[in-house]
């Protein structure tokens, strides 16, 4: 099993960038995916989530209307487009799936460092600064 985050970059304040998190070993029809970020000296923070085939989704409060998941089946794909950047959003930017979770319910309510999932991207930075 493997993810593998790509997207992140500098981006100026407003600006927007696409977040990829390509997966080998598993389908998108089988686990969810989340996204997560984090700040050095901070927890690790809930951004988003679609569930196994689709089914749902979730999406933290601090990047609703901002950020949009979706998927692609074909390219085994989830992405995270994000728009209106803001600086609060710089962060490292990590997908990362569990052979336990296939739904989004509860997502963004509960720590992942309660849920452990099993498997990580390697992580992209984003740095949103003018």
């Known amino acids: 099993v493997q993810l593998q985050a790509s997207g992140g970059g500098l981006v100026q304040p407003g600006g927007s960038l696409r977040l990829s998190c390509a997966v080998s070993?598993?389908?998108?029809?089988?686990?969810?995916i989340g996204w997560f970020r984090q700040v050095p000296g901070n927890e690790r923070e809930a951004v988003s989530c679609v569930g196994a085939g689709g089914s749902t989704t979730d999406i933290a409060n601090s990047v609703k209307g901002r950020f949009t998941i979706s998927r692609d089946n074909a390219k085994n794909t989830v992405y995270l487009q994000m728009n209106s950047l803001k600086p609060e959003d710089t962060a490292v930017y990590y997908c990362?799936?569990?052979?336990?979770?296939?739904?989004?319910?509860?997502?963004?309510?509960?720590?992942?460092?309660?849920?452990?999932?099993?498997?990580w991207g390697q992580g992209t930075l984003v740095t949103v600064s003018s």
């Open positions: 990362a799936a569990d052979p336990r979770i296939k739904f989004c319910y509860g997502f963004t309510k509960v720590p992942e460092s309660e849920v452990k999932y099993a498997y």
């Open positions: 070993g598993f389908t998108l029809d089988d686990y969810a």
